[in-house]
């Protein structure tokens, strides 16, 4: 008989781990909270890291299909617009041996719903999991609707940054807003006037802001985000999360808030004051843009965030991060593609050494993503002789600046 994993969020983390474990041969049941699988958001770019896994998971068709390959990195200075630097990224299949695809999260999300149902992964949606309950024999959920099951051999715990279950699990408190929101649009390139178009992935880089866009959609679209160091009227807020109301806490959460457009231009008008006048047209672009709350937790101190006894704890839900590096997906793949390595399907005495290995082996890596996400804000927003410095070197080094070998290169569960 094969073991029974109970999988808490059906969102890319869960159905990723969903996948892994699968492949492994283990009997997964996903269970998600809303009333259908879908994910809400606009773009998300796959490190070469990523899509090595996908590529060992029987996606490569399916990743060709909806991914797109960019031909450059580009990094651009907000105000003069010079380029300072380039790296292209069509070469990421000949320097790692896998390309650097971006493509729609909901692209994403729906192809790894496949490859969970083509393995035949139990989905069960409306299904909340309010309580896991660690046994020496197994995991015991509870569920919202007042059901309990206990034939869990491992559960993981993959609810996003909101997690209540690892609220209740590692009781360390819940994620903290970073002063730090994106407003995010899709826009027809068809629409753009030809200076727009693009093929590239682009950052331009400005005084704590930056603007990030590439193509989606076969290329047909661009995915254009600006994230911006402000606090919404909306947020009572102060560094002491404590401060912020219950209702405050509840507008974060539910936050893929559409404003109206003339709300949306008076912020990012504010915030990218002085953009480059391609940049500006951009921004101007009347489309429904959407404002989202980056919240997170610091860096990951030891390997007991990821695993407790029969439990794993992956993607948001164990490491949250700021957007800076392009790896919050990514790792939770990553996540799912070692836990599915190290945890037997068969010796249900080992899942509890097992769930240790996955720990270990990725806890430092998530811990470094994290880090570098935060050094690459101060990065991108920095001012005075620091924004000096960094076109310099960028102009300078180039390419050598922009690649992350340690990242793409890596290989999940060697
Ligand atoms: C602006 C922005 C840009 C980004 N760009 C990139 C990028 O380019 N590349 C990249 O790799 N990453 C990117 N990310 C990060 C990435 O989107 C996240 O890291 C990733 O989506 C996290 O997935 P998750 O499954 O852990 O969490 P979620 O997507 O939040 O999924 C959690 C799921 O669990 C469900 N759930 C919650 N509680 C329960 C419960 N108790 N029981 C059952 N179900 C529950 C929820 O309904 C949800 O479906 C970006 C993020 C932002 C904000």
Same mark, same amino acid.
């Given at each position: 008989?094969?073991?029974?994993?109970?999988?808490?969020?059906?969102?890319?983390?869960?159905?990723?781990?969903?996948?892994?474990?699968?492949?492994?041969?283990?009997?997964?049941?996903?269970?998600?909270?809303?009333?259908?699988?879908?994910?809400?958001?606009?773009?998300?770019?796959?490190?070469?890291?990523?899509?090595?896994?996908?590529?060992?998971?029987?996606?490569?068709?399916?990743?060709?299909?909806?991914?797109?390959?960019?031909?450059?990195?580009?990094?651009?200075?907000?105000?003069?617009?010079?380029?300072?630097?380039?790296?292209?990224?069509?070469?990421?299949?000949?320097?790692?041996?896998?390309?650097?695809?971006?493509?729609?999260?909901?692209?994403?999300?729906?192809?790894?719903?496949?490859?969970?149902?083509?393995?035949?992964?139990?989905?069960?949606?409306?299904?909340?999991?309010?309580?896991?309950?660690?046994?020496?024999?197994?995991?015991?959920?509870?569920?919202?609707?007042?059901?309990?099951?206990?034939?869990?051999?491992?559960?993981?715990?993959?609810?996003?940054?909101?997690?209540?279950?690892?609220?209740?699990?590692?009781?360390?408190?819940?994620?903290?807003?970073?002063?730090?929101?994106?407003?995010?649009?899709?826009?027809?390139?068809?629409?753009?006037?030809?200076?727009?178009?693009?093929?590239?992935?682009?950052?331009?880089?400005?005084?704590?802001?930056?603007?990030?866009?590439?193509?989606?959609?076969?290329?047909?679209?661009?995915?254009?985000?600006?994230?911006?160091?402000?606090?919404?009227?909306?947020?009572?807020?102060?560094?002491?999360?404590?401060?912020?109301?219950?209702?405050?806490?509840?507008?974060?959460?539910?936050?893929?808030?559409?404003?109206?457009?003339?709300?949306?231009?008076?912020?990012?008008?504010?915030?990218? $004051? /002085? +953009? =480059?006048? @391609?940049?500006?047209?951009?921004?101007?672009?009347?489309? !429904?843009?959407?404002?989202?709350? #980056?919240?997170?937790?610091?860096?990951? $101190? /030891? +390997? =007991?965030? @990821?695993?407790?006894?029969?439990?794993?704890?992956?993607? !948001?839900?164990?490491?949250?991060? #700021?957007?800076?590096?392009?790896?919050?997906? /990514?790792?939770?793949?990553?996540?799912?593609?070692?836990?599915?390595?190290?945890?037997?399907?068969?010796?249900?005495?080992?899942?509890?050494?097992?769930?240790?290995?996955?720990?270990?082996?990725?806890?430092?890596?998530?811990?470094?993503?994290?880090?570098?996400?935060?050094?690459?804000?101060?990065?991108?927003?920095?001012?005075?002789?620091?924004?000096?410095?960094?076109?310099?070197?960028?102009?300078?080094?180039?390419?050598?600046?922009?690649?992350?070998?340690?990242?793409?290169?890596?290989?999940?569960?060697?």
């Amino acid at each position: 008989m094969t073991n029974a994993v109970l999988i808490a969020g059906g969102g890319i983390a869960g159905l990723a781990a969903a996948v892994g474990l699968a492949h492994a041969g283990w009997r997964p049941t996903v269970c998600e909270r809303a009333p259908a699988f879908s994910e809400v958001g606009a773009g998300v770019q796959l490190g070469p890291n990523v899509t090595r896994i996908l590529h060992a998971w029987g996606a490569e068709a399916a990743l060709d299909l909806a991914g797109f390959q960019p031909e450059r990195l580009l990094a651009r200075d907000l105000h003069s617009g010079e380029v300072l630097a380039s790296l292209s990224l069509k070469d990421a299949q000949h320097r790692y041996g896998s390309p650097y695809v971006t493509m729609h999260r909901a692209a994403l999300h729906g192809l790894l719903l496949q490859l969970a149902q083509s393995h035949n992964v139990m989905l069960h949606n409306n299904q909340q999991v309010q309580k896991l309950h660690d046994q020496t024999n197994g995991v015991t959920a509870h569920y919202s609707n007042g059901v309990t099951h206990t034939s869990h051999d491992m559960a993981v715990v993959a609810d996003g940054v909101w997690s209540q279950l690892r609220l209740q699990l590692l009781g360390d408190g819940e994620a903290t807003f970073t002063g730090h929101i994106a407003y995010r649009a899709l826009m027809a390139q068809t629409d753009l006037p030809a200076t727009l178009r693009t093929q590239d992935v682009t950052v331009w880089m400005g005084p704590n802001a930056h603007v990030v866009h590439y193509p989606v959609r076969g290329g047909e679209w661009l995915n254009v985000v600006c994230l911006l160091e402000a606090v919404p009227a909306e947020v009572e807020w102060s560094e002491h999360q404590n401060t912020l109301t219950p209702e405050g806490w509840q507008s974060l959460q539910s936050w893929n808030t559409q404003q109206t457009f003339a709300q949306t231009q008076q912020s990012l008008q504010h915030a990218l $004051r /002085g +953009a =480059h006048s @391609h940049l500006q047209q951009l921004i101007e672009h009347e489309v !429904d843009w959407r404002l989202w709350p #980056l919240c997170g937790r610091p860096p990951m $101190r /030891g +390997a =007991h965030e @990821h695993a407790i006894g029969r439990v794993a704890l992956i993607g !948001d839900a164990a490491h949250p991060m #700021l957007p800076y590096l392009a790896q919050g997906a /990514g790792m939770a793949i990553e996540d799912a593609f070692e836990l599915a390595q190290q945890v037997p399907t068969n010796a249900t005495a080992d899942v509890q050494q097992g769930l240790l290995r996955f720990a270990k082996a990725r806890w430092q890596r998530n811990a470094r993503v994290q880090h570098r996400a935060i050094r690459n804000g101060n990065i991108f927003h920095a001012q005075g002789p620091l924004r000096f410095a960094r076109n310099m070197g960028l102009r300078v080094l180039g390419a050598r600046l922009m690649d992350v070998p340690w990242l793409y290169g890596y290989n999940a569960g060697k």
